[in-house]
């Protein structure tokens, strides 16, 4: 099953909240919030477990009973959020007198109000209550009892074909099988000792990890005493592995587990054995099967596969897997559809230009060129049938039994997620192919959706977004894209295919719809959330514009005629527009009407004018106004108390607007930030500070107060504009992990390293004048420390 938690998550929380005395309900409105909260966390669970399981083995009922709850939570969110906005706005009657005498008059009359709204609320809760029971009823109303259980048919890996590919048809693995041999051969040297050596190859699913493996393993068994081959996969059967290992060692089986772990022991003590260990993905399995295989000094070599590179990284060394080259992947599409004939040029000169289009697509994975080759063999070869078969990729509609293998073997890494990460990659389908998605930005798109809700105590949303995001890259679903200076994480990419099948389990679901892509909209269907780029948003789009009223999340790049629609979006929580054209005297002011709204991305949209409506989005989270020509913020942004992240780029105004924003977690100022430095010392929440600044010395020393009271900040990154000043006085607090200081020179490494108080400090980028012998020492005596760029002596250097 894919994503059938819906709102829940988030819902279950705020039920929660209105429980409490600040939203003084009645005693029958409050019974039934905790009825519901029984019920829907019972649903949450068993949802839970459905996700577990792979739609081909789901009941249909399931299935069905899932969709209705998903739907259903959505549906109730909505009402939560509605009653707690007319609360918080009912609520605010005494107003700073800037905003007049009328508005003070109309809040006065929404605070009168407030007794219709518990009324609406009581009634909201009793129709809800009868709805999640119908869901219930229904589910068991056509329910099939059987006795009689029907066993499905055992699908064979497609994996396991692999073993037994002749080694002329193998395309691109010489080089990497000479890599991994060189390893070990480099490992020895090394040591000057036959000892054993372990080599992990990892990468996701596809890449030809367990093709590498038997063609490494094919090449050296000779040269060893005994060898062995087995399968870990994601639900492992120990006595069989073992029992598998002791037979192909030894001849030997049936044996009891508790039994053979000893007896291969003993057997391999003084034996020069290879073993590979295909497809592992739970370090706990690895460290069983290491317990049978004893260290010696006989030489003995083991290789292992796996998709995730924590897994590689503890049993050993890790080699990743690369993508086949073009001249290779041509090879492989062109042998597979012409034979050996057509291995090295396409016999038709007027099939190379979709043939190369066709490659673009596949990246370099062997799965994919030969799934798509399959296709294309079965076609004319001609450009137009060709062609055909390169616009239905990724349409998930082939009934081809290649296409199903590679479906199945993605998703087997898509079912070892657990189902908050499901849900974030499948976030990932709002984005177009090949599309860069800024690391940060993305996080807090996923905090705004609700799919982040709490982590280790003094954990922060964000740092629970960030090892989401780290782990969707060890398990090698999204690709990471570094700095160019550093080692830092910028951002991420999609590979084609995994995008291919979160756009399928999106659109099965209902989880996202493109209206100019994958899944689109029926007039009866809800669009839950939205994706079109560059397109045009016009009335009667596909139907869709009957179901905007439920839009929750809309990421539109590149797209005109876009305001109308926008208008629309009642209970929208994100909206991303980046690149969308807004310069053209855009009238926002709507825009204080998305009253649910969290995250608002205007990146990149040349808007020149924020409206002062937008002091009435209470509950917005992330504002990102970078790369803009807006010249000023208005004064009603210092209403926005919930909001944690905010990004300004060029020449803009924010004087006496920062500094009320004590939510704030990360502000990014992308200009010359002196008119704010004054201000910084009320966010004492923030964990990440990106500032340009060109200082005098009373400036100087304002931004070294202000940076003693940030006692929480993680991420410090300060330039000097005419690259003077310096921030000796200052001292680094203990939660610091990044620190990059560009045009100031410290006199010395500062004395506060040497304390070594900043344990988690692991990017270091810093100009100091005078380098010595125990400032080195002190730089590696901090444990976390990765990444270190730091020029000694003068700026001119």
Same mark, same amino acid.
């Given at each position: 099953?894919?994503?059938?938690?819906?709102?829940?998550?988030?819902?279950?929380?705020?039920?929660?909240?209105?429980?409490?005395?600040?939203?003084?309900?009645?005693?029958?409105?409050?019974?039934?919030?905790?009825?519901?909260?029984?019920?829907?966390?019972?649903?949450?669970?068993?949802?839970?477990?459905?996700?577990?399981?792979?739609?081909?083995? *789901?009941?249909?009922?399931?299935?069905?009973?899932?969709?209705?709850?998903?739907?259903?939570?959505?549906?109730?969110?909505?009402?939560?959020?509605?009653?707690?906005?007319?609360?918080?706005?009912?609520?605010?009657?005494?107003?700073?007198?800037?905003?007049?005498?009328?508005?003070?008059?109309?809040?006065?009359?929404?605070?009168?109000?407030?007794?219709?709204?518990?009324?609406?609320?009581?009634?909201?809760?009793?129709?809800?209550?009868? #709805?999640?029971?119908?869901?219930?009823?229904? #589910?068991?109303?056509?329910?099939?009892?059987?006795?009689?259980?029907?066993?499905?048919?055992?699908?064979?890996?497609?994996?396991?074909?692999?073993?037994?590919?002749?080694?002329?048809?193998?395309?691109?693995?010489?080089?990497?099988?000479?890599?991994?041999?060189?390893?070990?051969?480099?490992?020895?040297?090394?040591?000057?000792?036959?000892?054993?050596?372990?080599?992990?190859?990892?990468?996701?699913?596809?890449?030809?990890?367990?093709?590498?493996?038997?063609?490494? @393993?094919?090449?050296?068994?000779?040269?060893?005493?005994?060898?062995?081959?087995?399968?870990?996969?994601?639900?492992?059967?120990?006595?069989?592995?073992? /029992?598998?290992?002791? @037979?192909?060692?030894?001849?030997?089986?049936?044996?009891?587990?508790?039994?053979?772990?000893?007896?291969?022991?003993?057997?391999?003590?003084?034996?020069?054995?290879?073993?590979?260990?295909?497809?592992?993905?739970?370090?706990?399995?690895?460290?069983?099967?290491?317990?049978?295989?004893?260290?010696?000094?006989?030489?003995?070599?083991?290789?292992?596969?796996?998709?995730?590179?924590?897994?590689?990284?503890?049993?050993?060394?890790?080699?990743?897997?690369?993508?086949?080259?073009?001249?290779?992947?041509?090879?492989?599409?062109?042998?597979? $559809?012409?034979? %050996?004939?057509?291995?090295?040029?396409?016999?038709?000169?007027?099939?190379?230009?979709?043939?190369?289009? $066709?490659?673009?697509?596949?990246?370099?994975?062997?799965?994919?060129?030969?799934?798509?080759?399959?296709?294309?063999?079965?076609?004319?070869?001609?450009? *137009?049938?060709?062609?055909?078969?390169?616009?239905?990729?990724?349409?998930?509609?082939?009934?081809?039994?290649?296409?199903?293998?590679?479906?199945?073997?993605?998703?087997?890494?898509?079912?070892?997620?657990?189902?908050? =990460?499901?849900?974030?990659?499948?976030?990932?389908?709002?984005?177009?192919?090949?599309?860069?998605?800024?690391?940060? #930005?993305?996080?807090?798109?996923?905090?705004?959706?609700?799919?982040?809700?709490?982590?280790?105590?003094?954990?922060?949303?964000?740092?629970?977004?960030?090892?989401?995001?780290?782990?969707?890259?060890?398990?090698?679903?999204?690709?990471?894209?570094?700095?160019?200076?550093?080692?830092?994480?910028? &951002?991420?990419?999609?590979?084609?295919?995994?995008?291919?099948?979160?756009?399928?389990?999106?659109?099965?679901?209902?989880?996202?719809?493109?209206?100019?892509?994958?899944?689109?909209?029926?007039?009866?269907?809800?669009?839950?959330?939205? &994706?079109?780029?560059?397109?045009?948003?016009?009335?009667?789009?596909?139907?869709?514009?009957?179901?905007?009223?439920?839009?929750?999340?809309?990421?539109?790049?590149?797209?005109? /005629?876009? $305001?109308?629609?926008?208008?629309?979006?009642?209970?929208?929580?994100?909206?991303?527009?980046?690149?969308?054209?807004?310069?053209?005297?855009?009238?926002?002011?709507?825009?204080?009407?998305?009253?649910?709204?969290?995250?608002?991305?205007?990146?990149?949209?040349?808007?020149?004018?924020?409206?002062?409506?937008?002091?009435?989005? !209470?509950?917005?989270?992330?504002?990102?106004?970078?790369?803009?020509?807006?010249?000023?913020?208005?004064?009603?942004?210092?209403?926005?108390?919930?909001?944690?992240?905010? @990004?300004?780029?060029?020449?803009?105004?924010?004087?006496?607007?920062?500094?009320?924003?004590?939510?704030?977690?990360?502000?990014?100022?992308? !200009?010359?930030?002196?008119?704010?430095?004054?201000?910084?010392?009320?966010?004492?929440?923030?964990?990440?500070?990106?500032?340009?600044?060109?200082? #005098?010395?009373?400036?100087?020393?304002? =931004?070294?107060?202000?940076? %003693?009271?940030? !006692? /929480?900040?993680?991420?410090?990154?300060?330039?000097?504009?005419?690259?003077?000043?310096?921030?000796?006085?200052?001292?680094?607090?203990? &939660?610091?992990?990044?620190?990059?200081?560009?045009?100031?020179?410290?006199?010395?490494?500062?004395?506060?390293?040497?304390?070594?108080?900043?344990?988690?400090?692991?990017?270091?980028?810093?100009?100091?004048?005078?380098?010595? !012998?125990?400032?080195?020492?002190?730089?590696?005596?901090?444990?976390?420390?990765?990444?270190?760029?730091?020029?000694?002596?003068?700026?001119?250097?």
């Amino acid at each position: 099953m894919e994503i059938v938690v819906g709102a829940l998550p988030s819902l279950l929380p705020k039920l929660a909240k209105l429980l409490i005395g600040e939203y003084n309900l009645q005693k029958e409105v409050k019974g039934g919030i905790i009825f519901l909260q029984a019920e829907l966390e019972s649903m949450k669970v068993a949802l839970e477990k459905i996700s577990e399981m792979p739609a081909d083995k *789901l009941d249909k009922q399931d299935k069905l009973w899932a969709r209705d709850v998903r739907e259903l939570s959505y549906d109730i969110e909505d009402k939560i959020d509605t009653f707690m906005v007319r609360c918080k706005a009912g609520s605010k009657v005494a107003e700073d007198e800037q905003h007049g005498f009328k508005k003070a008059i109309d809040r006065s009359l929404k605070w009168l109000a407030r007794p219709n709204i518990r009324r609406k609320i009581a009634i909201d809760i009793r129709d809800i209550k009868s #709805r999640v029971l119908e869901v219930h009823e229904r #589910r068991h109303r056509y329910e099939v009892n059987s006795n009689r259980s029907v066993d499905k048919p055992i699908k064979v890996d497609p994996r396991v074909l692999v073993r037994y590919e002749e080694a002329t048809k193998l395309v691109g693995i010489d080089e990497a099988r000479d890599k991994v041999i060189r390893i070990f051969i480099q490992r020895n040297e090394v040591s000057k000792q036959q000892q054993d050596t372990i080599v992990s190859i990892v990468g996701f699913g596809g890449l030809g990890k367990t093709t590498l493996a038997n063609v490494v @393993y094919e090449k050296l068994k000779g040269e060893f005493d005994c060898s062995a081959f087995v399968s870990v996969s994601q639900t492992p059967d120990m006595e069989k592995i073992f /029992n598998n290992l002791l @037979y192909q060692l030894d001849k030997r089986n049936n044996i009891r587990i508790d039994v053979i772990v000893d007896d291969l022991r003993e057997f391999l003590q003084k034996k020069r054995y290879l073993i590979v260990t295909d497809d592992i993905w739970d370090i706990s399995d690895w460290k069983h099967i290491r317990c049978a295989l004893p260290p010696n000094n006989a030489g003995c070599k083991i290789i292992t596969t796996t998709r995730n590179m924590r897994v590689a990284e503890e049993v050993g060394r890790a080699y990743k897997m690369k993508p086949l080259d073009l001249h290779c992947s041509r090879i492989l599409l062109y042998g597979r $559809i012409f034979g %050996h004939e057509g291995r090295d040029k396409c016999p038709n000169e007027e099939l190379v230009e979709v043939s190369n289009k $066709i490659l673009t697509k596949c990246d370099g994975v062997p799965l994919a060129i030969i799934t798509i080759a399959s296709l294309m063999a079965s076609k004319e070869r001609n450009k *137009l049938e060709w062609y055909e078969v390169y616009n239905s990729i990724g349409t998930g509609m082939e009934n081809n039994i290649d296409v199903k293998n590679m479906r199945n073997v993605l998703l087997l890494s898509y079912y070892h997620l657990k189902p908050h =990460l499901r849900t974030c990659l499948l976030y990932l389908s709002v984005f177009p192919e090949d599309y860069e998605i800024d690391k940060r #930005r993305l996080i807090w798109m996923w905090i705004a959706e609700g799919f982040i809700q709490c982590g280790k105590q003094g954990q922060s949303l964000f740092e629970v977004g960030e090892s989401y995001f780290n782990e969707l890259i060890n398990r090698s679903m999204i690709e990471p894209v570094y700095y160019m200076d550093t080692m830092k994480v910028r &951002s991420c990419r999609v590979h084609d295919v995994v995008l291919d099948l979160i756009r399928s389990l999106s659109s099965d679901e209902n989880f996202a719809t493109s209206l100019y892509g994958m899944g689109h909209a029926s007039p009866s269907q809800k669009i839950r959330r939205l &994706s079109i780029q560059n397109g045009k948003v016009n009335e009667g789009t596909h139907g869709a514009t009957v179901s905007m009223q439920q839009v929750r999340s809309a990421a539109f790049s590149s797209v005109v /005629n876009l $305001i109308p629609a926008l208008a629309r979006f009642e209970v929208v929580r994100v909206l991303h527009l980046e690149n969308c054209d807004l310069s053209h005297g855009y009238n926002l002011k709507y825009i204080g009407k998305l009253v649910y709204l969290r995250f608002l991305g205007l990146n990149s949209t040349k808007i020149v004018h924020l409206p002062e409506e937008i002091g009435s989005l !209470q509950f917005l989270q992330v504002l990102d106004i970078s790369k803009d020509a807006i010249s000023t913020l208005p004064f009603t942004i210092v209403q926005l108390r919930q909001l944690k992240c905010l @990004y300004i780029d060029h020449n803009v105004t924010a004087e006496n607007r920062i500094g009320g924003l004590t939510s704030l977690e990360e502000l990014r100022y992308g !200009q010359d930030s002196n008119g704010i430095i004054q201000e910084l010392g009320c966010l004492t929440k923030l964990r990440a500070l990106d500032i340009n600044v060109c200082f #005098r010395t009373e400036e100087q020393n304002m =931004l070294v107060e202000c940076l %003693h009271k940030l !006692q /929480n900040i993680q991420n410090l990154s300060i330039r000097s504009i005419d690259r003077t000043g310096n921030l000796d006085g200052w001292v680094g607090p203990q &939660s610091l992990r990044s620190l990059d200081i560009d045009g100031y020179l410290f006199s010395r490494l500062p004395v506060w390293m040497k304390h070594s108080h900043v344990q988690n400090l692991s990017f270091l980028r810093i100009r100091v004048k005078g380098l010595q !012998q125990q400032d080195i020492d002190t730089l590696g005596k901090l444990p976390a420390l990765r990444d270190l760029d730091m020029l000694p002596g003068d700026l001119t250097l």
